[in-house]
């Protein structure tokens, strides 16, 4: 009995990775082409997000230790967001003077990397007695200060060009 729930383990993440892939593949070719950066819209994302994990946090308050691992979350979340929006190339086009936007392989790989920490930590946390409500709190607020610092320093250095300042 033991052996057939390992097998089921095991397919359940070749499923996943090979849906992982095959999104990930068709969103990096869409990442990579540059496009306009809509700076007026940076704050959309973020606060839908928010907004969702404000439900989240209200529907189920986290306990103490989850508010300090949200907490956590969201400053490295941050740290994280800075980074990977810095990956993010940003010009003004010469021919439009529009600014616009290209993605960069690294902030792809930055995603891939925390979605496949996420996935094994939700799948494994019991069996390694990590308290699964506080892991999703957790990982909540580290996404939530991903999505908000990558758009605030997006959209900083938008302003320094658009001003005529190097980004």
């Known amino acids: ?5 390992v097998q089921a383990s095991w397919q359940q993440y070749a499923i996943m990775a090979v849906v ?5 593949a068709i969103r990096g070719r869409s990442l990579m082409r540059v496009r ?17 994990v404000a439900y989240l946090f209200v529907r189920f308050p986290p306990s103490a230790l989850g508010w300090a691992v949200s907490a956590l979350g969201l ?7 800075w980074q990977r929006g ?8 010469p021919a439009t003077g529009l600014l616009m936007q290209k993605g960069s392989i690294w902030a ?9 920490v996420k996935t094994v930590a939700q799948a494994e946390g019991s069996a390694l007695h990590f308290d ?6 957790g990982l909540a607020a580290l996404s939530l200060g991903i999505f908000a610092v990558q758009r605030l320093e997006m959209y900083l250095r938008a302003k320094r060009l658009l001003e005529g300042a190097p980004a």
């Open 132 to 137: 699964v409500s506080v892991l999703v709190d």
């Open 86 to 93: 810095k990956t993010m190339r940003i010009h003004l086009d």
């Open 1 to 5: 009995m033991q052996m057939h729930q």
């Open 20 to 24: 992982f892939v095959i999104v990930f």
């Open 108 to 116: 792809l790989a930055i995603i891939v990397v925390l979605i496949a």
């Open 36 to 52: 306009p950066l809509k700076i007026e819209q940076l704050w959309i994302v973020p606060a839908v997000y928010a907004l969702v």
């Open 75 to 81: 400053v490295v979340g941050g740290a994280i967001g």
